[in-house]
C-alpha cells in the first residue's frame, strides 16, 4: 500500500477500493501510515447500521434508500455484512443481484464482508472500510447486517445512527425484548406492513420505548413500511433526517462519534498488544504447558503469569 493506493481511493476508482476492502477483510497488513494518512479524508460521511432478523426486508430497505439518495444527489456506499457464512450464502447472493442495478453508477459502491467467524475485528474492520468509502467521496455509508448475535452491536458501535427492521411476526413485548434488538435502536422499521399486525406492533413498540426511555435519550421513532413495493419510504428518508437533526442538536450524535473515537484507539491499543505478545515462542510455550490432559492440573492463572512475565 503506497500514496499511489490513496490515490486510486480518493480518485474513487472502485478496483482500488475492492483491493483495499479485500486486504481490511481478511486481515493482510495495512500499514498504519495508509490509515493515517487516510484519516483526514474519512470522517465526512454519514453512517447508518440497518439490522434486523433474516428475510425482516433489509436489503430491500437499502435498496429503496440508496434509490432515495441518489434522488437527492447523495453518493452511498454499503457494506453488507455477514456474521456467519462466508461470502457464498444464498441470501447475500440474491441481495447483490438486487442491488446490482447500481453497479454501473459510481455513486453507489456495494461490497459484502464475511467476518469469518473472528467477531473480534468486526467493529474495527467496518469502521476502517467505513473510512475508505467515505475517502472515496461516499457521503452515507450503509451497514446491513443481520440481527442474529453478536455481530449487529458491533455494527451500533460503528454507526451514528442504527436501525432495526422487524415484521408485524416479531411478537409480543417479551420476544421483542428477548431479541436483544431494542437497546441498540436509534430508529425503528416495521416492514411488510401489507401483512396483519404491522400496526398493532408499532403501537406496542411505542408505548414500550415511551414507558422504558430515560429524559436524556432520545426516544426512537418507529416506520411502518412496505418496502417492495415503496411505500413508507419517503416517510422513512424524511424521518431518518429528521432524527439525525435532533441527534446532531442534542449533542447525541457528537457524543457517539466521540465515544466511537475513543473505543477504537482502546481496541487498536488492544489488538497491537495482543499481536505483538502472541509470539511463537509464546504460543509454543502455551501448548508445550496445556499438552496432554495431566496438564489441566496446573492453574490458568499460573501459567498465564509465566508467560506474561516470560522475556
Ligand atoms: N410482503 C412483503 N414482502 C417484502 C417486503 N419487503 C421485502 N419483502 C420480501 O421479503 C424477502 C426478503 O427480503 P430481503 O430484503 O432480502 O430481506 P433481508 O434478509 O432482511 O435482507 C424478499 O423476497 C422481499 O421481496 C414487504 O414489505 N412486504
Ligand atoms: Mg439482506
Do not use: C
Not at 457464512?85 to 438486487?98: H, Q, Y
Not at 442474529?148 to 452491536?153: A, I, P, S, T, Y
Amino acid at each position: 500500500m503506497d500514496k499511489s493506493t490513496l490515490e486510486g481511493v480518493r480518485a474513487n476508482n472502485h478496483r482500488t477500493m475492492s483491493r483495499v476492502i479485500s486486504r481490511i477483510e481478511f486481515d493482510e497488513s495495512l500499514k498504519d501510515d495508509f490509515f493515517i494518512d487516510l484519516h483526514e479524508y474519512s470522517t465526512g460521511s454519514i453512517r447508518i447500521g440497518i439490522t434486523g432478523p433474516p428475510g425482516a426486508g433489509k436489503s430491500t430497505i437499502t435498496d429503496q434508500l440508496i434509490s432515495q439518495f441518489m434522488e437527492n444527489g447523495k453518493s452511498v456506499g454499503v457494506v453488507a455484512v455477514d456474521p456467519t457464512s462466508p461470502f457464498s450464502g444464498g441470501a447475500f447472493l440474491g441481495d447483490r443481484v438486487r442491488m446490482n442495478r447500481y453497479i454501473w453508477e459510481d455513486k453507489v459502491f456495494i461490497r459484502s464482508m464475511a467476518s469469518h467467524g473472528d467477531l473480534g475485528g468486526l467493529a474495527r474492520k467496518t469502521q476502517d472500510v467505513g473510512d475508505v468509502l467515505t475517502a472515496s467521496g461516499k457521503d452515507i455509508i450503509i451497514y446491513e447486517t443481520v440481527g442474529v448475535g453478536q455481530g449487529e452491536h458491533d455494527i451500533a458501535k460503528a454507526v451514528d445512527l442504527t436501525i432495526v427492521v422487524l415484521v408485524p411476526e416479531s411478537g409480543d413485548e417479551i420476544q421483542l425484548m428477548k431479541a436483544g434488538l431494542i437497546e441498540i435502536a436509534d430508529l425503528f422499521i416495521i416492514n411488510k406492513a401489507d401483512r396483519d399486525g404491522a400496526h398493532r406492533l408499532a403501537q406496542l413498540l411505542q408505548n414500550m420505548l415511551h414507558i422504558s426511555n430515560r429524559e436524556e435519550n432520545l426516544e426512537p421513532p418507529v416506520f411502518t413500511t412496505i418496502a417492495n413495493n415503496g411505500e413508507g419510504i419517503v416517510e422513512l428518508y424524511d424521518g431518518i433526517h429528521i432524527h439525525l437533526e435532533k441527534m446532531e442538536s442534542s449533542g447525541l450524535l457528537d457524543q457517539k462519534r466521540l465515544d466511537r473515537h475513543r473505543n477504537r484507539v482502546f481496541d487498536l491499543v488492544q489488538e497491537k498488544l495482543l499481536d505483538d505478545f502472541w509470539t511463537s515462542e509464546k504460543r509454543t510455550a502455551l501448548e508445550q504447558q496445556t499438552d496432554s490432559i495431566d496438564s489441566i492440573k496446573a492453574s490458568p492463572h499460573e501459567i498465564s503469569a509465566s508467560l506474561l512475565n516470560h522475556e
